[in-house]
């Protein structure tokens, strides 16, 4: 069955989840995201064959893609709470599912997603505190597209 969303849409009917580290799936909703940027990180290879006269020849061998959030800290939000936990660990603890859910319904779990905060609660006197934080795929992500 096709998505019942068509067309254009606002960028904030994409959410994200987080999961407890080691869990199966992403869960938690992360509160107060205000904007979120994504790159991919493609590895192509590149030779000159013979027969190509010249041109080149190339294959896409490699993937990866990094989610960047920019939010605010929201005290007792599970999610929010779970990633701005984050901030002072390092290694594999900093490893937890992570999805993405698209306006159509597609999910891609990022399922020991890398997270690395970049800012918490810092700023202004009179600003509202920041969470701020970059998902590194770390494998293979599961695209599951909408029903």
């Avoid at 849409?9 to 994200?16: D, I, L, M, R």
């Avoid at 904007?35 to 490699?62: C, H, I, Y």
């Avoid at 306006?103 to 890398?114: F, I, Q, S, Y």
């Amino acid at each position: 069955m096709a998505s019942a969303n068509t067309g254009v849409y606002p960028c904030y009917e994409n959410q994200f989840q987080v999961g407890e580290k080691d869990a199966e799936t992403a869960t938690n909703t992360i509160a107060n995201c205000e904007s979120f940027s994504v790159a991919f990180d493609n590895g192509v290879e590149e030779w000159n064959p013979f027969d190509q006269k010249g041109w080149k020849a190339r294959l896409m061998t490699a993937k990866s893609v990094t989610i960047s959030v920019t939010g605010k800290r929201t005290i007792g939000d599970a999610g929010n709470d779970l990633i701005a936990g984050l901030a002072f660990k390092n290694g594999r603890d900093v490893e937890v599912p992570f999805q993405w859910t698209f306006p159509d319904g597609t999910t891609v779990l990022l399922k020991d997603a890398v997270v690395s905060v970049t800012a918490l609660g810092a700023g202004d006197s009179t600003g509202v505190a920041p969470l701020e934080f970059e998902v590194m795929s770390n494998g293979k992500p599961i695209v599951t597209p909408a029903a």
